[in-house]
């Protein structure tokens, strides 16, 4: 955090009509606030960081917890009573009529909602109304850098590949008769990003059979499946290359273990891609004309999943932020599972990644979208049309 990025975020403030943007902190609680504020070490006390849409910014700190927040541009004050913090808290406040928090009206976007309601209230009897710093964050926490988007598309680029060398060693292990598991497959990715400088946050999915069906399937060394003949194989796989700022290129492509498909798999899948495909056309066709906003892509890819009867299958967001997390702070594609109102921006990257679930098997396609100024850009290349066949 520098003075240069100071004056940014009071630009947006004074456009946004807000009096300032409070950062809260108490024991890395949260997150959105300790990453943009860079702290590091012992932060186990209250912080707030006061960015008025004029003036100087203000550390409140404890005494002994005076470190994290010495770089940070602004007035710097140390407490130990709460009392005094209290006090001084109020003084900084007066006359501040909006103020932004991590706080989501209704629990609606939980990822924003960081602050806990005991210090709200605290703060509203200072005489602010809270409104969320859900777009301060997508704005200035989110967006990419140009060499934060270069690094995703050489993440993309790369996890495609590894995707396919996946998928050659169970056609090879399926050719020759040989014994190869879901675990194995997960192993065999986890080897290849070591191999290739690359990091992740979570072991990759590998699913067939009745596991395709659960999304967030976690394979066991123990109790995993055997990829066998006429079958479908699912791998979902997320990585970014390791160095500060890098960014995640995060997959899905599906594969048959036969030489004919069946036409109920051929049909559901065609249905995803066509929703997967809506979702980026709506992109590509509004960008220019308006302001569009996560909820709404969502809606546009589940409809066309809905208007073919199959919504009640579809049971998780179209889409989820990504940065240098795999589920980064920006703006979700979702209108289910929570009504996501952040615009998008340039800069903004994002998955789209409809799926299907039942009982005996699942599907799902997944492309990544960074936001340009020129419209929607998908790196996630080549896009899956139809699930792969390993005629073996």
Known sequence: MDNSRIKQIQG??????????????????????????????????????????????????????????????????????????????????????????????????????????????????????????????????????????????????????????????????????????????????LDRFQQEGMITDHSPICATGKNGGNAHYEPQKNSSLVIERNNLVLIDLWARFDGPGNVYGDITWMAYTGGELPLDYARHFALLCMARDAAVSFLSENWKKRIIYGYEVDDVCRSVISHADMGSYFVHRTGHSIAQATHGPGPNIDNLETEDRRKLMPGHLFSIEPGLYFDDFGLRTEINVLMTEDGPEVNTQPVQEEILLMDV
């Open 12 to 189: 947006e403030l004074a456009r946004q009509g807000i009096d300032g943007w409070l950062l809260y902190d108490f024991q890395g609680t949260n997150d959105i606030a300790v990453m943009f504020l860079g702290l590091k070490g012992i932060i186990t006390r209250r912080s707030f960081y006061l960015i008025p849409a004029s003036g100087q910014p203000i550390v409140f700190a404890h005494k002994i917890e005076k470190k994290p927040f010495e770089n940070l541009p602004g007035e710097k004050f140390h407490y130990a009573s709460y009392k005094i913090l209290e006090e001084e808290l109020a003084k900084a406040l007066s006359g501040m009529k909006r103020l932004a928090m991590e706080y989501s009206p209704k629990g609606r976007l939980p990822y924003i909602g960081r602050v806990d309601a005991g210090t709200l209230e605290l703060v509203r009897s200072f005489g602010p109304e809270i409104v969320s710093s859900a777009d301060l964050v997508a704005k200035f926490n989110a967006c990419l850098t140009a060499e934060q988007a270069e690094s995703h598309r050489r993440a993309a680029k790369m996890v495609n590949l590894i995707k396919d060398d996946a998928f050659a060693l169970i056609r090879e292990k399926l050719g020759a008769q040989e014994k190869i598991t879901e675990y194995e497959i997960v192993q065999f990715i």
